[in-house]
Protein backbone atom coordinates (compact mmCIF):
# COMPACT_ATOMS: atom_id res chain seq x y z
CA UNK A 1 0.00 0.00 0.00
CA UNK A 2 0.98 3.69 -1.26
CA UNK A 3 3.02 5.08 2.11
CA UNK A 4 0.26 8.13 1.23
CA UNK A 5 -2.32 5.71 1.33
CA UNK A 6 -1.37 3.68 4.71
CA UNK A 7 -1.16 7.56 6.86
CA UNK A 8 -5.06 7.97 5.35
CA UNK A 9 -5.84 4.51 6.47
CA UNK A 10 -3.94 5.11 9.90
CA UNK A 11 -5.82 8.61 10.14
CA UNK A 12 -9.38 7.38 9.83
CA UNK A 13 -8.34 4.49 12.83
CA UNK A 14 -7.43 7.37 14.99
CA UNK A 15 -10.53 9.63 14.05
CA UNK A 16 -13.08 6.63 15.03
CA UNK A 17 -10.56 6.28 17.95
CA UNK A 18 -11.37 9.43 18.98
CA UNK A 19 -15.39 9.26 18.56
CA UNK A 20 -15.41 6.31 21.16
CA UNK A 21 -13.72 7.60 23.37
CA UNK A 22 -16.25 10.85 23.11
CA UNK A 23 -18.82 8.20 23.46
CA UNK A 24 -17.01 7.13 26.36
CA UNK A 25 -17.53 10.66 27.44
CA UNK A 26 -21.25 10.99 27.58
CA UNK A 27 -21.59 7.12 29.49
CA UNK A 28 -19.15 8.88 32.07
CA UNK A 29 -21.27 11.20 32.78
CA UNK A 30 -23.75 8.77 33.88
CA UNK A 31 -27.32 10.67 33.33
CA UNK A 32 -26.69 13.19 35.76
CA UNK A 33 -26.88 16.14 33.20
CA UNK A 34 -30.00 16.40 30.74
CA UNK A 35 -29.44 15.41 27.59
CA UNK A 36 -30.28 18.36 25.88
CA UNK A 37 -27.33 20.27 28.27
CA UNK A 38 -24.96 17.85 26.89
CA UNK A 39 -25.76 17.89 23.13
CA UNK A 40 -25.63 21.98 23.71
CA UNK A 41 -22.11 21.60 24.88
CA UNK A 42 -20.44 19.19 22.92
CA UNK A 43 -22.07 21.56 19.64
CA UNK A 44 -20.38 24.03 21.21
CA UNK A 45 -17.16 22.94 21.45
CA UNK A 46 -17.41 21.20 18.08
CA UNK A 47 -16.77 24.73 16.93
CA UNK A 48 -13.09 23.84 17.39
CA UNK A 49 -13.04 22.40 14.76
CA UNK A 50 -14.11 24.97 12.37
CA UNK A 51 -10.60 26.52 12.30
CA UNK A 52 -9.30 23.55 10.22
CA UNK A 53 -12.05 23.11 8.25
CA UNK A 54 -12.29 26.40 6.83
CA UNK A 55 -10.94 25.95 3.16
CA UNK A 56 -9.71 28.36 0.98
CA UNK A 57 -12.17 31.78 0.45
CA UNK A 58 -14.11 30.46 3.02
CA UNK A 59 -15.25 32.66 6.07
CA UNK A 60 -17.10 32.41 9.08
CA UNK A 61 -20.55 33.61 8.10
CA UNK A 62 -20.58 30.56 5.57
CA UNK A 63 -21.69 28.38 8.90
CA UNK A 64 -25.13 29.66 8.27
CA UNK A 65 -25.07 30.65 4.64
CA UNK A 66 -26.29 27.94 2.56
CA UNK A 67 -27.10 27.95 -0.94
CA UNK A 68 -29.77 25.10 -0.24
CA UNK A 69 -31.76 26.32 2.72
CA UNK A 70 -33.82 23.47 2.91
CA UNK A 71 -31.72 21.05 2.71
CA UNK A 72 -29.45 22.91 4.94
CA UNK A 73 -32.25 23.21 7.81
CA UNK A 74 -32.83 19.45 7.20
CA UNK A 75 -29.12 18.82 8.26
CA UNK A 76 -29.70 20.73 11.44
CA UNK A 77 -32.48 18.91 12.44
CA UNK A 78 -31.23 15.47 11.95
CA UNK A 79 -28.30 16.56 13.84
CA UNK A 80 -30.20 17.67 16.53
CA UNK A 81 -31.99 13.85 16.81
CA UNK A 82 -29.29 12.01 15.82
CA UNK A 83 -26.83 13.91 19.15
CA UNK A 84 -29.84 13.53 21.43
CA UNK A 85 -30.51 10.21 20.38
CA UNK A 86 -26.85 9.00 20.73
CA UNK A 87 -26.79 10.56 24.25
CA UNK A 88 -29.55 8.66 25.60
CA UNK A 89 -28.60 5.21 24.02
CA UNK A 90 -24.91 5.69 25.23
CA UNK A 91 -25.75 6.80 28.10
CA UNK A 92 -28.28 3.79 28.81
CA UNK A 93 -26.84 1.28 27.19
CA UNK A 94 -23.00 -1.17 26.61
CA UNK A 95 -20.60 0.89 24.17
CA UNK A 96 -21.02 -2.31 22.15
CA UNK A 97 -24.56 -3.19 22.01
CA UNK A 98 -25.06 0.70 21.09
CA UNK A 99 -22.66 0.74 18.59
CA UNK A 100 -24.82 -2.66 17.12
CA UNK A 101 -28.05 -0.78 16.72
CA UNK A 102 -26.26 2.70 15.30
CA UNK A 103 -24.47 0.57 12.73
CA UNK A 104 -27.73 0.06 11.16
CA UNK A 105 -26.58 3.26 9.36
CA UNK A 106 -25.69 1.85 5.92
CA UNK A 107 -29.05 -0.09 5.88
CA UNK A 108 -31.09 2.53 6.21
CA UNK A 109 -28.84 4.30 3.61
CA UNK A 110 -30.06 1.93 1.52
CA UNK A 111 -33.25 1.91 1.61
CA UNK A 112 -33.49 5.95 2.03
CA UNK A 113 -31.53 6.32 -1.45
CA UNK A 114 -34.17 3.92 -3.08
CA UNK A 115 -37.35 6.14 -1.68
CA UNK A 116 -36.10 9.70 -2.41
CA UNK A 117 -32.79 9.49 -5.21
CA UNK A 118 -34.65 7.12 -6.63
CA UNK A 119 -31.11 4.52 -6.95
CA UNK A 120 -31.56 0.83 -8.20
CA UNK A 121 -30.76 -1.35 -5.89
CA UNK A 122 -29.46 -5.31 -6.58
CA UNK A 123 -30.86 -8.05 -4.64
CA UNK A 124 -27.15 -8.15 -2.80
CA UNK A 125 -27.56 -4.70 -1.27
CA UNK A 126 -31.21 -5.80 -0.19
CA UNK A 127 -29.80 -9.16 0.45
CA UNK A 128 -27.60 -6.98 2.90
CA UNK A 129 -30.26 -4.98 4.11
CA UNK A 130 -32.42 -8.36 5.64
CA UNK A 131 -29.41 -9.50 6.91
CA UNK A 132 -28.63 -6.06 8.83
CA UNK A 133 -32.10 -6.34 10.75
CA UNK A 134 -31.52 -10.36 11.63
CA UNK A 135 -28.83 -9.10 12.96
CA UNK A 136 -30.67 -6.60 15.15
CA UNK A 137 -33.15 -9.11 16.02
CA UNK A 138 -30.41 -11.19 17.36
CA UNK A 139 -29.11 -8.25 19.58
CA UNK A 140 -32.37 -7.24 20.89
CA UNK A 141 -33.86 -10.88 21.13
CA UNK A 142 -37.72 -9.29 21.19
CA UNK A 143 -39.61 -11.43 23.91
CA UNK A 144 -36.13 -12.67 25.92
CA UNK A 145 -35.18 -9.50 26.75
CA UNK A 146 -36.28 -6.18 28.09
CA UNK A 147 -36.01 -3.41 25.21
CA UNK A 148 -35.55 0.12 26.38
CA UNK A 149 -35.93 3.90 25.06
CA UNK A 150 -32.23 3.10 24.74
CA UNK A 151 -32.47 0.55 22.61
CA UNK A 152 -34.67 2.90 20.51
CA UNK A 153 -32.80 5.60 20.51
CA UNK A 154 -29.81 3.97 19.09
CA UNK A 155 -31.64 3.03 16.36
CA UNK A 156 -32.63 6.61 15.70
CA UNK A 157 -29.42 7.82 16.07
CA UNK A 158 -28.49 5.30 13.00
CA UNK A 159 -31.15 6.47 11.04
CA UNK A 160 -30.48 10.51 11.49
CA UNK A 161 -26.78 9.74 10.21
CA UNK A 162 -28.32 8.14 7.18
CA UNK A 163 -30.41 11.13 6.34
CA UNK A 164 -27.39 12.93 6.94
CA UNK A 165 -25.85 11.23 4.29
CA UNK A 166 -28.33 10.94 1.87
CA UNK A 167 -28.77 15.15 2.21
CA UNK A 168 -24.89 15.26 1.43
CA UNK A 169 -25.42 12.89 -1.74
CA UNK A 170 -28.59 14.88 -2.79
CA UNK A 171 -26.76 17.58 -2.85
CA UNK A 172 -23.53 16.28 -4.72
CA UNK A 173 -21.23 18.82 -3.69
CA UNK A 174 -23.15 22.13 -4.22
CA UNK A 175 -22.26 22.88 -0.90
CA UNK A 176 -19.41 24.19 1.21
CA UNK A 177 -17.64 21.66 3.44
CA UNK A 178 -17.88 24.58 6.45
CA UNK A 179 -21.83 24.82 5.34
CA UNK A 180 -22.64 21.41 6.12
CA UNK A 181 -20.46 21.25 8.91
CA UNK A 182 -22.10 24.47 10.56
CA UNK A 183 -25.57 22.90 10.03
CA UNK A 184 -25.04 20.27 12.03
CA UNK A 185 -23.82 22.04 15.25
CA UNK A 186 -26.24 25.28 14.66
CA UNK A 187 -28.70 22.98 15.02
CA UNK A 188 -27.82 21.19 18.46
CA UNK A 189 -27.25 24.57 19.32
CA UNK A 190 -30.02 26.58 18.70
CA UNK A 191 -32.16 23.62 19.59
CA UNK A 192 -31.08 22.14 22.58
CA UNK A 193 -30.15 25.16 24.21
CA UNK A 194 -33.61 26.70 24.27
CA UNK A 195 -34.69 23.14 25.59
CA UNK A 196 -32.43 22.69 28.08
CA UNK A 197 -32.96 26.15 30.42
CA UNK A 198 -35.87 24.30 32.01
CA UNK A 199 -33.80 21.84 33.53
CA UNK A 200 -30.47 23.11 33.66
CA UNK A 201 -27.80 22.50 36.59
CA UNK A 202 -24.22 23.99 36.21
CA UNK A 203 -21.75 21.20 35.64
CA UNK A 204 -19.38 19.61 38.09
CA UNK A 205 -15.79 19.79 37.61
CA UNK A 206 -15.76 16.55 37.05
CA UNK A 207 -18.56 16.69 34.34
CA UNK A 208 -17.01 19.47 32.56
CA UNK A 209 -14.23 17.31 31.97
CA UNK A 210 -16.42 14.78 30.74
CA UNK A 211 -18.00 17.44 28.28
CA UNK A 212 -15.01 18.71 27.04
CA UNK A 213 -14.08 15.06 26.14
CA UNK A 214 -17.40 14.68 24.63
CA UNK A 215 -17.02 17.76 22.08
CA UNK A 216 -13.70 18.36 21.73
CA UNK A 217 -12.83 14.73 20.67
CA UNK A 218 -15.71 14.44 18.42
CA UNK A 219 -14.64 17.31 16.63
CA UNK A 220 -11.18 16.05 16.60
CA UNK A 221 -12.58 12.98 14.77
CA UNK A 222 -13.88 15.51 12.16
CA UNK A 223 -10.99 16.87 11.30
CA UNK A 224 -9.00 13.89 11.11
CA UNK A 225 -11.60 12.02 9.18
CA UNK A 226 -11.23 14.81 6.53
CA UNK A 227 -7.58 14.31 6.61
CA UNK A 228 -7.93 10.77 5.92
CA UNK A 229 -10.36 11.25 3.12
CA UNK A 230 -7.90 13.75 1.53
CA UNK A 231 -5.30 11.00 1.76
CA UNK A 232 -6.89 7.77 1.15
CA UNK A 233 -9.95 6.41 -0.94
CA UNK A 234 -12.97 6.27 0.10
CA UNK A 235 -13.18 3.02 -0.27
CA UNK A 236 -10.73 2.62 2.60
CA UNK A 237 -11.43 5.22 4.67
CA UNK A 238 -15.22 4.00 5.34
CA UNK A 239 -14.57 0.95 6.99
CA UNK A 240 -12.47 1.65 9.53
CA UNK A 241 -15.60 2.73 11.37
CA UNK A 242 -16.16 -0.80 12.46
CA UNK A 243 -13.43 -0.61 14.58
CA UNK A 244 -15.37 1.58 17.13
CA UNK A 245 -17.45 -1.71 17.92
CA UNK A 246 -13.59 -2.58 18.83
CA UNK A 247 -13.52 0.22 20.99
CA UNK A 248 -16.96 -0.10 22.14
CA UNK A 249 -16.10 -4.26 23.51
CA UNK A 250 -12.91 -2.58 25.23
CA UNK A 251 -14.19 0.22 27.11
CA UNK A 252 -17.08 -1.00 27.79
CA UNK A 253 -15.32 -4.72 29.46
CA UNK A 254 -12.68 -2.38 31.04
CA UNK A 255 -14.30 1.07 31.93
CA UNK A 256 -17.78 -0.08 32.61
CA UNK A 257 -17.87 -3.50 33.42
CA UNK A 258 -19.82 -4.18 30.77
CA UNK A 259 -20.45 -8.34 30.02
CA UNK A 260 -21.70 -9.56 26.30
CA UNK A 261 -23.12 -13.10 25.84
CA UNK A 262 -22.69 -15.33 22.83
CA UNK A 263 -25.53 -14.03 21.14
CA UNK A 264 -24.96 -10.47 21.20
CA UNK A 265 -21.48 -11.31 19.44
CA UNK A 266 -23.49 -12.92 17.26
CA UNK A 267 -25.69 -10.17 16.27
CA UNK A 268 -22.64 -7.87 15.83
CA UNK A 269 -20.53 -9.67 13.70
CA UNK A 270 -24.02 -10.34 11.20
CA UNK A 271 -24.55 -6.42 11.64
CA UNK A 272 -20.81 -5.28 11.24
CA UNK A 273 -21.02 -7.88 8.42
CA UNK A 274 -23.72 -6.33 6.31
CA UNK A 275 -22.79 -2.77 6.73
CA UNK A 276 -19.36 -3.57 5.90
CA UNK A 277 -20.57 -4.92 2.63
CA UNK A 278 -23.36 -2.40 2.22
CA UNK A 279 -20.79 0.36 2.53
CA UNK A 280 -18.05 -1.15 0.19
CA UNK A 281 -21.42 -0.74 -2.42
CA UNK A 282 -21.79 2.08 -1.94
CA UNK A 283 -18.26 3.66 -2.64
CA UNK A 284 -19.14 2.60 -5.84
CA UNK A 285 -22.17 4.82 -6.16
CA UNK A 286 -20.93 8.44 -4.22
CA UNK A 287 -17.89 9.98 -3.03
CA UNK A 288 -19.89 12.24 -0.54
CA UNK A 289 -17.32 12.09 2.26
CA UNK A 290 -14.39 13.40 -0.23
CA UNK A 291 -16.56 16.38 -0.06
CA UNK A 292 -17.48 17.11 3.38
CA UNK A 293 -16.22 15.21 6.28
CA UNK A 294 -19.09 12.96 8.31
CA UNK A 295 -19.80 14.37 11.76
CA UNK A 296 -20.59 12.36 13.96
CA UNK A 297 -24.18 11.54 14.68
CA UNK A 298 -23.66 13.54 18.47
Given at each position: ?????????LLAFLAYASYALSDASIKLIEGALDPFEVAFFGAVLG?????FILG????????VVSRHRGLWLLRGAFAVIGSLSSIIAFTALPMAEAFCLIFLLPVF?????VVFLKEPVGWRRW????????GVLIVLRPGFRELTA?????????????????????????EKRISLYGAGLIGPILVSGLLMLPRFAWPSGEQWLYLA???????????????????????LVAPT???????????????????????MFLGMAVIVGSGLFTFLRETKRTTWWRRAPPVHPQ
Open positions: MDKHVLNGVLGAVPPGDRLTDLVTILSSAVIVGFLGHLAAIVGGFSGAVTIIILRALGGKGYGLLAAGGNVLIMLASAKAPASQYSQMLWGVGLGYAVFGDRLDGW
